[in-house]
């Protein structure tokens, strides 16, 4: 738990279905092809997206053979500044799968003749091959040059499920260790080795909480500046949030830590907060506001390690919200975006000491069967208990309740 602000986790859902699996290295091109049945414009729009789908596979081979000029060569040179920060930051982040598929057609851009928007899902693994890529739909325009069109600008995702990655927009410095990648701004590259040296700590704790087989194969961390906290992935986070996971397909959530104000100690305990909801959750996040204190408690659990009850962080926070008026129902309390710090920091310590309770009583294994039941297969809590712990719900929600309570006394 972080003493200047609490954890927030943006867990929105998954931004492409369908995800293909990545083969290695080499990029792969799905070709639009031109049907007998297409209106004149169609077949237009149809051949100018073979000749794109052309351009991006030379573009995507550049790319994962450090080809930065053959990278840039598909582009007109208003580009390639845009272009070259893209380039640099993917190599930083040892891209080892990148694959471009083009979403639909081309369309004319109305005013600029010659121009077209077309939409590209691209497809990533970072350092690992083969893995399970993340997707992210781009715009792309293009103007036509014969048979090499010419890329003259590509968009941010802006995608209303995760925001825009912040290698798209951001030059990046990044330290990779055996379990985690972590990225920041070349102004902040001194804060890497010991970054890196906490987030694989933090690691080894989150990788026990892997549920379904949803370890990722490398914990993906960015660690913002004030600037880059206010862009990266949308920015626009509660004000007492101290860092997120926003999942982005293929069994990754990307982690982001509030550079501004955060101490080394807070962020231990937030790398493991964080990297335990990157472990343990699904894809596609999870049911709602009524289980928030079963993830938040999962991974305030996590963050806290071994240390006694007593020594909680937001214990006093807690006791503050007990006697203020908590009607003692763990749905629902979650908190407000607008919400204060000590009311933020007594909801997280409600769902800790309502998990911490479960785990004293039955184990962290039955806890973690219990989470997968609820999170990931979408049972209800009464039905997840049952199988769990061979108890009602609502008598386990009582004696949670009952914990939280004394502890507070």
Same mark, same amino acid.
Not at 147 to 170: F, Y
């Given at each position: 738990?972080?003493?200047?602000?609490?954890?927030?986790?943006?867990?929105?859902?998954?931004?492409?279905?369908?995800?293909?699996?990545?083969?290695?290295?080499?990029?792969?091109?799905?070709? #639009?092809?031109?049907?007998?049945?297409?209106?004149?414009?169609?077949?237009?729009?149809?051949?100018?997206?073979?000749?794109?789908?052309?351009?991006?596979?030379?573009?995507?081979?550049?790319?994962?053979?450090?080809?930065?000029?053959?990278?840039?060569?598909?582009?007109?040179?208003?580009?390639?500044?845009?272009?070259?920060?893209?380039?640099?930051?993917?190599?930083?982040?040892?891209?080892?799968?990148?694959?471009?598929?083009?979403?639909?057609?081309?369309?004319?851009?109305?005013?600029?003749?010659?121009?077209?928007?077309?939409?590209?899902?691209?497809?990533?693994?970072?350092?690992?091959?083969?893995?399970?890529?993340?997707?992210?739909?781009?715009?792309?325009?293009?103007?036509?040059?014969?048979?090499?069109?010419?890329?003259?600008?590509?968009?941010?995702?802006?995608?209303?499920?995760?925001?825009?990655?912040?290698?798209?927009?951001?030059?990046?410095?990044?330290?990779?260790?055996?379990?985690?990648?972590? #990225?920041?701004?070349?102004?902040?590259?001194?804060?890497?080795?010991?970054?890196?040296?906490?987030?694989?700590?933090?690691?080894? =704790?989150?990788?026990?909480?892997?549920?379904?087989?949803?370890?990722?194969?490398?914990?993906?961390?960015?660690?913002?500046?004030?600037?880059?906290?206010?862009?990266?992935?949308?920015?626009?986070?509660?004000?007492?949030?101290?860092?997120?996971?926003?999942?982005?397909?293929?069994?990754?959530?990307?982690?982001?830590?509030?550079?501004?104000?955060?101490?080394?100690?807070?962020?231990?305990?937030?790398?493991?907060?964080?990297?335990?909801?990157?472990?343990?959750?699904?894809?596609?996040?999870?049911?709602?506001?009524?289980?928030?204190?079963?993830?938040?408690?999962?991974?305030?659990?996590?963050?806290?390690?071994?240390?006694? =009850?007593?020594?909680?962080?937001?214990?006093?926070?807690?006791?503050?919200?007990?006697?203020?008026?908590?009607?003692?129902?763990?749905?629902?309390?979650?908190?407000?975006?607008?919400?204060?710090?000590?009311?933020?920091?007594?909801?997280?310590?409600?769902?800790?000491?309502?998990?911490?309770?479960?785990?004293?009583?039955?184990?962290?294994?039955?806890?973690?069967?219990?989470?997968?039941?609820?999170?990931?297969?979408?049972?209800?809590?009464?039905?997840?208990?049952?199988?769990?712990?061979?108890?009602?719900?609502?008598?386990?929600?009582?004696?949670?309740?009952?914990?939280?309570?004394?502890?507070?006394?």
């Amino acid at each position: 738990m972080v003493v200047f602000l609490l954890l927030g986790c943006g867990l929105p859902a998954v931004l492409v279905v369908g995800v293909i699996r990545e083969t290695g290295a080499r990029p792969t091109i799905s070709r #639009a092809g031109v049907s007998a049945t297409d209106d004149p414009a169609t077949a237009v729009a149809r051949g100018l997206s073979d000749r794109i789908t052309a351009q991006l596979h030379r573009q995507s081979a550049a790319l994962l053979g450090g080809d930065r000029a053959a990278f840039l060569a598909v582009a007109d040179p208003a580009a390639h500044n845009d272009l070259r920060r893209r380039f640099g930051a993917l190599r930083e982040l040892k891209v080892t799968g990148w694959r471009a598929e083009p979403s639909g057609l081309p369309v004319p851009i109305i005013g600029k003749p010659g121009e077209w928007r077309l939409l590209v899902r691209f497809q990533y693994c970072f350092v690992t091959p083969n893995c399970r890529p993340s997707p992210v739909l781009i715009g792309t325009r293009w103007r036509e040059n014969g048979d090499l069109p010419r890329l003259v600008a590509m968009e941010e995702s802006k995608s209303v499920e995760t925001g825009t990655r912040p290698w798209e927009i951001s030059d990046l410095a990044v330290a990779i260790g055996e379990r985690t990648i972590v #990225a920041t701004t070349p102004a902040l590259r001194g804060k890497l080795p010991s970054l890196l040296t906490q987030a694989e700590a933090a690691a080894k =704790v989150a990788d026990g909480y892997g549920v379904a087989g949803s370890r990722p194969d490398r914990y993906r961390i960015f660690y913002a500046g004030r600037t880059e906290w206010q862009r990266w992935y949308g920015g626009e986070r509660p004000e007492w949030t101290g860092g997120y996971a926003v999942t982005v397909g293929g069994g990754h959530h990307e982690v982001v830590l509030n550079a501004e104000g955060l101490s080394s100690s807070g962020t231990d305990d937030l790398l493991r907060h964080e990297l335990t909801h990157a472990s343990s959750l699904p894809e596609r996040g999870y049911p709602g506001k009524d289980t928030w204190w079963l993830v938040e408690g999962l991974a305030e659990f996590a963050g806290a390690g071994d240390q006694a =009850v007593d020594r909680y962080e937001g214990i006093a926070e807690v006791r503050k919200l007990v006697r203020g008026g908590w009607d003692g129902k763990l749905a629902g309390i979650n908190p407000a975006d607008d919400a204060s710090a000590e009311r933020v920091a007594g909801s997280y310590g409600v769902g800790y000491l309502a998990v911490r309770h479960l785990v004293d009583r039955y184990g962290p294994q039955r806890l973690l069967t219990f989470f997968k039941s609820v999170v990931h297969d979408r049972r209800t809590l009464d039905a997840a208990a049952e199988t769990a712990f061979g108890e009602q719900w609502s008598t386990l929600h009582d004696e949670c309740v009952a914990y939280i309570r004394a502890t507070a006394a």
